[in-house]
């Protein structure tokens, strides 16, 4: 069992670029999340996701984010024309109904040059 | 809206020692979890704690929870180097979308 996987690990974009974050959840976990981590700080609640499905996206800035977890892949986190404070660590968690618990991915590291 | 406060934020301690880590959460919640990070890593699932009464043990830490003042507690027991961590607290409410609220996090600094 690989566990929620998470890629790239670290990812260097310049201001304006987009960046694309994957996350696949562990196996028999049909519930993902995403949290940011900014630099000293917790983690904040972005989206949760279910497949091809977005349950809250109340964490979610209105603008230039968005997310998806399609039919077959993996989950996808999207910035638009990423901006310096979007610097942070993004961490992926899957879930399952059948027990409580959350498996955190080891995390995508944005730097915005 | 659910908000989880942590103090202390920064701990430095001694070897040896003991001390607690106190979590506060806002509204009534389901489950309340304990994870440690180390730098630069992923979180480590430490505890996950589902009533009131609930306690739990593991090695030097010890987690419980208070459901009707709203508090967990983390004990650091005898506490070692290696324990020197951020830990954070969170809360989820299943009725409200199953997502976790994160405390700010307390950073323990463990010193020889």
């Known amino acids: 069992n690989a566990g929620v996987m998470q890629n790239p690990r670290h990812l260097v974009r310049r201001r304006g670029q987009e960046a694309r974050l994957r996350c696949s959840p562990m196996k028999g976990h049909s519930h993902v999340y995403w949290y940011r981590q900014l630099p000293e700080e917790g983690l904040k609640f972005m989206v949760y996701l279910q497949k091809e499905n977005i349950i809250d996206e109340s964490g979610m800035p209105k603008e230039r984010f968005s997310a998806e977890f399609p039919k077959e892949g993996p989950s996808i986190l999207r910035i638009q024309q990423v901006v310096r404070g979007d610097s942070a660590a993004y961490f992926c968690?899957?879930?399952?109904?059948?027990?409580?618990?959350?498996?955190f991915g080891s995390g995508t590291r944005l730097t915005v040059v | 809206e659910l908000k989880v406060e942590q103090n202390p934020l920064f701990l430095s301690m001694q070897e040896g020692k003991n001390y607690t880590i106190y979590c506060n959460y806002s509204t009534t919640s389901d489950r309340l979890y304990w994870y440690r990070q180390d730098p630069g890593k992923s979180l480590e699932s430490l505890f996950v704690?589902?009533?009131?009464?609930a306690v739990k043990q593991e090695g030097r830490l010890m987690a419980s929870l208070d459901t009707k003042a709203r508090l967990s507690t983390l004990h650091i027991t005898a506490a070692v180097h290696d324990l020197s961590a951020t830990y954070f607290c969170a809360v989820d409410i299943v009725t409200s979308g199953s997502r976790l609220t994160f405390g700010e996090g307390t950073q323990l600094t463990v010193n020889p």
């Open positions: 968690a899957s879930s399952s109904l059948q027990n409580y618990g959350y498996t």
């Open positions: 704690l589902l009533s009131n009464g």
